[in-house]
Antibody, heavy 115, light 113 residues
């Protein structure tokens, strides 16, 4: 079945970087875009950007421009989202999703930023 | 950028009754390529990622019970749960995928009355 499996929880200090992975299975990885969103505890969903796994083309939300980079490894069908210069308000669960309408979602990766 | 607005923020419904959640977009989501609105609905339960219920505003995803239905076109949409079950207690989000930047509504919490 189509599945996205994300890397495990991370704890980072302010100013550090985090790289979350999203491994796809059950379909041809290069056929569909991967999108990333995040959700702080008790809050809504915030879209961060998208990546075309075939071309590597990306598009980022203005809020994250300059701090986020989305990449992929087509040989392992894995997408990556790296966020730099972490702040406490970056503490959230980060999700990847296939297609623009998120089908399916990864299970989520909790990133905690704390000194 | 397209802004998505959901109402109400929360909704208390008795078992077996109907729940209706509204979602509006700041501009039309109707795409000329297929004359369909690029609007999705999701259900999220605590500790879980969201689950896709509806895409193209009205198309139920495979495996989603038929008590869930989506309606609307252009800028005004609704998700209706006909005959609420206890398992439907969750937060529901709408999302546009017209073009980047994508955006979600703020969510509607559905509880039992």
């Amino acid at each position: 079945q189509v599945q996205l499996v994300q890397s495990g929880a991370e704890v980072k200090k302010p100013g550090a970087s985090v790289k979350v992975s999203c491994k796809a299975s059950g379909y041809t990885f290069t056929d569909f875009d991967i999108n990333w969103v995040r959700q702080a505890t008790g809050q809504g969903l915030e879209w961060m950007g998208w990546m075309n796994p075939k071309s590597g083309n990306t598009g980022y939300a203005q809020k994250f421009q300059g701090r986020v980079t989305m990449t992929r490894n087509t040989s392992t069908s894995t997408a990556y989202m790296e966020l730099t210069s972490l702040r406490s308000d970056d503490t959230a669960v980060y999700y990847c999703g296939r297609k623009a309408w998120f089908d399916p979602w990864g299970q989520g990766t909790l990133v905690t930023v704390s000194s | 950028d397209i802004v998505m607005t959901q109402s109400p923020d929360s909704l208390a419904v008795s078992l077996g009754e109907r729940a209706t959640i509204n979602c509006t977009s700041s501009q039309s989501l109707l795409h000329s390529s297929n004359n369909k609105s690029r609007l999705a609905w999701y259900q999220q339960k605590p500790g879980q990622p969201p689950r896709l219920l509806i895409l193209w505003a009205t198309a139920r995803e495979s495996g989603v019970p038929d008590r869930f239905s989506g309606s609307g076109s252009g800028t005004a949409f609704a998700l209706t749960i006909s005959g609420l079950l206890a398992e439907d207690v969750a937060i529901y989000f709408c999302q546009h995928y017209y073009s980047p930047p994508l955006a979600f509504g703020g969510g509607t919490k559905v509880e039992l009355k």
